[in-house]
């Protein structure tokens, strides 16, 4: 009893969540991935408007369904430049940024390693600020010039996850790592959401050139913020209270092992725990960023939207998946402290739920022909359902290998980029007549990855510290 008593003065339980500092650093960092998405999505909305969209003729080009009553647009939106880049061209264009985002993601979490996330991550997304600002110069110059500039832009968006992840392992206690990284990535999706619509009013009302100045600003106060409130970690944050400090801290004190620059390298790229996070990270982002990506042009050249509808109607997937992350990771969390269910049965049930359901209904979408009502009910749900990742694969790293989260999260990241990288290509080459059947090859494709990436991660995910992450292998609720 005198041990306990002890060690209830050194070791805190837990800290209070409201005013808590750990709290401030998930809604700051829920800030910046809004911003990251943001600047990662608005111009999937603004390439609607950038193109020429008439014929040889000088006749509007027309969508596959019966097209919907759109209100006349202002005059004066119409002074931005238009260009004529046929899908090939486009599905570059769309698909560029990922391979800049690829190049710096094993980088950004050996470096958030080395030398501390806050201004790798701060850094990192004002970069991408920066030449968002410069994209409406670029797209004038040419289609070779924006696509280098998305490029650059992915080169400084890439060490933004991994850099997170290497921050959430000094800050996140383990009984409460659903709950702060849901809420922090939940910002990706609040990115989408907002992004999307709001690209389209700016498109309808000004013109597609202020979606970039607008979006840029909101990413520049943002990066303000993050230079002035955050720290690396509990130890150099100058508000934190004493309590807090001490529960984070001891909470984590073994699982974490920061002794020297040393990585196992040949552990982390043998350990099959891994591995079933790549797959499963690849394969859920097919889905993803496949509808990310084309979903407004989906929206467009299919059902017949115009660019005043599509924003929004684009967005709504994006609803449901980020309530269903914020709620996932509440439940996950639940289950774990207060039910006792293993951490593996919980992130292979969660990431389960979050693909299968996904890959079943961007099927179904497919074959709802001109019922745009269904059609975009079931994306809707394909995306919503796919939230639950959140608590599932999406967060295994810091299960397995606190220590080398942002690493693990780099290298998992590099391979759930490729999809972002040739997802739109291969799409956009098998949709050149933009026909319901040749979507219907684009839906089913998107789907077969989802459910082998759900098999194989069910069988070989983990859910433990692996003995080559720590010195003294110690797991929270297995």
Same mark, same amino acid.
């Given at each position: ?10 070791s805190?339980? !837990? ?5 808590s ?21 608005n ?19 027309? !969508? ?16 931005a430049?238009?260009y ?21 993601q ?7 390693r ?6 790798? @991550? ?5 970069g991408?600020v ?14 070779g ?5 998305r ?22 206690p383990?009984?409460? *790592?659903?709950?702060?990284l ?9 990115? %989408?959401?907002?992004?999307?619509p ?10 597609w050139?202020w ?10 106060v ?16 100058? *508000?934190?209270t004493?309590?807090? *400090? ?33 797959v ?10 496949t509808?990310l990506?084309?979903l407004p ?15 929004a ?7 449901g ?12 969390d ?26 079943v ?5 497919g074959?709802?022909?001109?019922n ?10 394909s ?27 780099g ?5 759930? %980029? ?11 080459a @098998? ?5 319901i059947e040749?979507w219907? %090859?684009?839906f089913?494709?998107?789907a077969?990855?989802n459910?082998?990436?759900a ?19 110690h797991?929270h609720?297995?």
């Amino acid at each position: 009893s005198r041990f306990l008593s002890v060690f209830s003065v050194v070791s805190p339980l !837990s800290a209070p969540a409201c005013c808590s500092s750990r709290y401030g650093l998930s809604l700051l960092s829920c800030y910046g991935f809004f911003v990251a998405y943001a600047l990662r999505v608005n111009l999937s909305v603004a390439m609607v408007d950038m193109l020429n969209n008439t014929d040889a003729s000088g006749n509007t080009s027309k !969508s596959v369904c019966p097209a919907h009553s759109s209100p006349a647009r202002p005059i004066y939106n119409h002074t931005a430049s238009v260009y004529d880049w046929d899908s090939e061209t486009q599905g570059w264009i769309l698909g560029s940024f990922f391979y800049g985002y690829i190049l710096t993601q094993i980088p950004g979490g050996y470096l958030a390693r080395k030398y501390g996330a806050k201004w790798l @991550l701060g850094l990192g997304i004002l970069g991408t600020v920066v030449f968002t600002l410069l994209t409406p110069v670029a797209a004038d110059l040419g289609a070779g010039y924006l696509i280098a500039v998305r490029v650059l832009e992915g080169i400084g968006e890439g060490v933004t996850f991994p850099a997170m992840h290497a921050m959430w392992a000094f800050w996140a206690p383990p009984m409460e *790592r659903s709950r702060l990284l849901t809420i922090a990535y939940t910002g990706a999706q609040l990115g %989408t959401v907002v992004a999307l619509p709001l690209s389209a009013q700016i498109c309808f009302y000004l013109d597609w050139t202020w979606v970039f100045y607008i979006f840029g600003i909101v990413g520049i106060v943002w990066f303000i913020l993050w230079a002035l409130l955050v720290s690396n970690t509990p130890s150099t944050h100058p *508000r934190i209270t004493e309590q807090e *400090r001490l529960y984070i801290t001891s909470s984590l004190n073994k699982e974490l092992t920061l002794s020297g620059d040393h990585i196992p390298w040949g552990s982390i790229l043998t350990s099959m725990p891994l591995w079933a996070i790549v797959v499963a990270h690849f394969s859920y982002n097919w889905t993803f960023y496949t509808l990310l990506t084309l979903l407004p042009t989906y929206m467009s050249d299919v059902l017949g939207f115009s660019i005043k509808e599509n924003g929004a109607l684009s967005a709504l997937p994006y609803i449901g998946c980020g309530l269903l992350a914020v709620l996932g990771g509440q439940l996950a969390d639940y289950l774990r402290e207060n039910c006792f269910y293993r951490t593996v049965v919980v992130r292979k049930a969660f990431s389960l739920v979050g693909m299968i359901g996904p890959a079943v209904f961007i099927v179904a979408a497919g074959y709802t022909g001109c019922n745009y009502i269904l059609a975009v009910a079931f994306l809707s749900i394909s995306s919503s359902l796919g939230g639950i990742v959140a608590s599932g694969f999406n967060i295994n790293h810091l299960d397995i290998a606190p220590s080398y989260a942002g690493i693990l999260l780099g290298i998992t990241n590099s391979f759930a %980029t490729i999809p972002g990288m040739v997802g739109p290509v291969i799409a956009r080459a @098998l949709t050149k007549n933009n026909t319901i059947e040749e979507w219907q %090859t684009v839906f089913y494709i998107s789907a077969g990855i989802n459910l082998f990436g759900a098999v194989f991660y069910t069988v070989f995910g983990q859910g433990v510290v692996q003995p080559w992450a720590v010195h003294n292998p110690h797991s929270h609720g297995n």
